[in-house]
Nanobody, 121 residues
Framework: QVQLVESGGGLVQAGGSLRLSCAAS????????AIWYRQAPGKQREWVAA???????NYADSVKGRFAISRDNAQDTVYLQMDNLKPEDTAVYYC???????????????WGQGTQVTVSS
């Protein structure tokens, strides 16, 4: 069973940067698509960044130009580079990956455990 392990969260001052990682716990065949979400206290979970099976990347307007999603296929890892962080970016960040575990296997969706990002003003 694949598990996703998130890391990279922490406390940073406004204007700073963090890079979140979302790594598969076992060797997989491919990451088909990925979405990063976040949930701030008292708010609904919202999507932040994504890449599709076709390779396109999309960003929420609130993070466009500041965040970048990428992946390392050799490491079975997806990243979220966050630059010029703002206090309103404070939230728990979750990754959601669509993974194919083996050649010819079906695609399945997995969630990371979440990582806290706190941006101080």
């Amino acid at each position: 069973q694949v598990q996703l392990v998130e890391s990279g969260g922490g406390l940073v001052q406004a204007g700073g940067s963090l890079r979140l990682s979302c790594a598969a716990s076992t060797t997989i065949f491919s990451i088909n698509a990925a979405i990063w979400y976040r949930q701030a206290p008292g708010k609904q979970r919202e999507w932040v960044a994504a890449f599709t099976s076709g390779g396109a990347t999309n960003y929420a307007d609130s993070v466009k130009g500041r965040f970048a999603i990428s992946r390392d296929n050799a490491q079975d890892t997806v990243y979220l580079q966050m630059d010029n962080l703002k206090p309103e970016d404070t939230a728990v960040y979750y990754c959601n990956l669509e993974i194919r575990q083996s050649i010819g296997g079906r695609k399945q969706s997995y969630w990371g455990q979440g990582t806290q990002v706190t941006v101080s003003s």
